[in-house]
């Protein structure tokens, strides 16, 4: 008798067991989610910062379980989308972002400020159910395919600066001109001209603040900088494009002469000379007949690696096309002001 119980209760053992044992059973949804974004590219305007500038929209998902799926957000300028910035929308099936949230996520995915780039989007759907950061859960996230917007994103507010005294203005920190990080990433860059010098001394150095209180960056090798190193130096006098990065320790100097080019002057492969103007500091063309249709642009020793039109507002690498004002065609004054990092500037003066 005492067998037969002993049965029984193994049996029931093993009926309890087995029920511990099932398991919630899900399926992946079928198919690549549906996403959609309200622009494909875009210029972003600092002086419409509450304005909306994109709307995302996605299918909802389900895995056939009673569990909650969450939905993110994810952007990266690499096409693999290897290390993106991610924002969980939760239950959430549409997002839309203003100018200046758009351009901090721009920024912050590694566009530069001021220039355009694309940035690629894509919706993650996952199930979170008993998951944590440490122990995720096992079901495995669907992904929507990449969308790939141009951005045109603003530069930060406060723009970092770096100063450059040397022999062609004595070297007086305080009044050295500067160099801009318009895209807040420790790449710096600036127009300098460094004038004819009998003693043939084209040195300069690179300072925090306009002062020399902290060490200077300064030559370590032809194409990197350290603090403390010695004077950095162009080939001759001329007006030098100079950058400086505070992050790799690279530094350069291109001499650039200028001039415009496009279809509005002449055509897009023959240029139009600018003279520098030393007491402005400008370039200039005195007089130049602009049509009423087609654009120009400004570059660089007759190449495109140095191009510049307008953007917010500003002169950008790779910009827009410029126009003759009001479409009225006619002899205007062209000036290129490139002497303010990070604030290039042009005007067109009609004769």
């Given at each position: 008798m005492k067998r037969i119980i002993n049965y029984f209760l193994f049996i029931l053992l093993f009926a309890s067991c087995k029920k511990d044992e099932t398991r919630v059973v899900y399926s992946l949804p079928a198919g690549t989610p549906s996403f959609s974004s309200s622009i494909s590219s875009i210029v972003l305007d600092s002086t419409h910062k509450e304005d909306v500038a994109?709307?995302?929209?996605?299918?909802?998902?389900?895995?056939?379980?009673?569990?909650?799926?969450?939905?993110?957000?994810?952007?990266?300028?690499?096409?693999?989308?290897?290390?993106?910035?991610?924002?969980?929308?939760?239950?959430?099936?549409?997002?839309?972002?203003?100018?200046?949230?758009?351009?901090?996520?721009?920024?912050?995915?590694?566009?530069?400020?001021?220039?355009?780039g694309k940035l690629n989007v894509r919706m993650k759907a996952e199930v979170r159910m008993n998951g944590t950061s440490t122990n995720p859960s096992t079901i495995p996230a669907t992904y929507s395919a990449v969308l790939p917007v141009t951005i045109t994103a603003y530069a930060p507010a406060t723009v970092s600066r770096l100063w450059v005294p040397g022999e062609y203005q004595g070297w007086n920190a305080a009044t050295a001109p500067t160099l801009a990080d318009v895209a807040g990433k420790g790449a710096y860059e600036g127009y300098i001209y460094f004038p004819n010098n009998a003693s043939g001394n084209y040195t300069f150095k690179i300072t925090t603040a306009p002062n020399w209180n902290d060490?200077?960056?300064?030559?370590?090798?032809?194409?990197?900088?350290?603090?403390?190193?010695?004077?950095?130096?162009?080939?001759?006098?001329?007006?030098?494009?100079?950058?400086?990065?505070?992050?790799?320790?690279?530094w350069s100097t291109t001499p650039t002469t200028w001039s415009i080019v496009g279809d509005a002057v002449t055509d897009w492969d023959t240029d139009v000379p600018m003279t520098y103007d030393t007491e402005s500091g400008t370039w200039v063309i005195s007089s130049v007949n602009i049509k009423a249709s087609g654009g120009f642009k400004f570059r660089a020793n007759s190449a495109w690696t140095i191009n510049y039109g307008p953007a917010d507002g500003k002169l950008v690498q790779d910009g827009g096309n410029i126009f003759a004002p009001g479409g009225v065609a006619g002899n205007y004054k062209v000036v290129l002001n490139l002497s303010d990092a990070g604030n290039y500037t042009y005007t067109l003066t009609k004769l």
């Open positions: 994109v709307s995302f929209a996605w299918s909802s998902l389900s895995y056939s379980i009673n569990a909650a799926v969450t939905y993110s957000l994810e952007f990266d300028t690499a096409n693999a989308m290897s290390n993106p910035v991610a924002f969980i929308m939760n239950a959430d099936t549409t997002k839309s972002y203003t100018v200046a949230q758009l351009n901090a996520i721009a920024l912050q995915a590694g566009l530069e400020g001021a220039k355009a060490p200077s960056w300064g030559y370590e090798s032809a194409t990197k900088m350290v603090k403390g190193g010695g004077n950095l130096y162009t080939p001759g006098e001329g007006y030098f494009l100079v950058r400086a990065n505070t992050t790799s320790r690279d």
